[in-house]
């Protein structure tokens, strides 16, 4: 995996505070910021924070972050995005008093799988995104370990300018600190299960 330099990205929504070095990208969210399609909820939302790159074809890309949730839905991770309407996030979202895995997958309408996580999951994370064709496998590694964990499976249409980098939203809260590590690209995964 290889690191790519914060000059490759541009913003998608920019936050009211962010600063990037070498070290990494500290993010600071705005109130009532999102990404979501209808569902459930019957709101659309398009206005999270995300720093993006182009990512075309086959690869993988994983980033490493920390995160001071404290409302519900506070949420920091990996976004891949074509549309307002088609797009894949998953990280580390605030969900009922305790740290969750989530992905959404949105192709028109949003989906959302959350998994509960120990507390200890609100320290440092990390999300891993591997594209082969039209597969997209989601993992999670947990302070220090590498990002083994399967979260998901799911298929979206690799048509269009596809991106992806950190993203970070407080929907209901005041706002969110993130710190990001540099985002690292790489080749696909050659496998969906360790040996």
């Known amino acids: 995996m290889n ?19 070498g070290e990494g990208l500290r993010v600071r969210t705005a109130p009532d910021t ?12 398009d206005n999270g924070h995300a720093l993006l790159a ?9 980033v490493t972050f920390e995160a001071a949730y404290t ?20 990280g580390i979202e605030f969900t009922d008093g305790r740290p969750c895995a989530s992905v959404v997958v949105t192709d ?26 039209e597969a997209i496998t989601v993992r999670l590694g947990i302070g220090a370990a590498p990002p083994v964990q399967l979260l998901r499976l799911t298929h979206l249409p690799t048509d269009g300018a596809w991106r992806a980098g ?14 990001f590590e540099p985002v690292r690209f790489g080749e696909p995964d050659a496998q969906l299960h360790e040996d």
Request: hydrophobic share 40%.
């Open 108 to 133: 028109g309408l949003s989906d959302w799988s959350v998994v509960p996580l120990d507390p200890s999951a609100a320290g440092r994370v990390t999300i891993r995104l591997s594209r082969s064709g």
């Open 54 to 62: 182009p990512f075309e074809g086959d690869g993988s890309v994983e």
């Open 166 to 179: 950190p993203f970070c939203c407080s929907p209901v809260g005041p706002g969110l600190d993130v710190a």
């Open 71 to 90: 409302a519900q839905f506070d949420q920091a991770g990996l976004i891949l995005h074509a549309s307002s309407t088609r797009w894949l996030k998953a």
């Open 34 to 45: 999102d990404f979501w399609q209808v569902t459930s909820y019957g709101f659309v939302h």
């Open 3 to 21: 690191p790519r330099p914060w000059t490759d990205f541009t913003w998608l929504n920019p936050p009211p505070e962010a600063t990037a070095d």
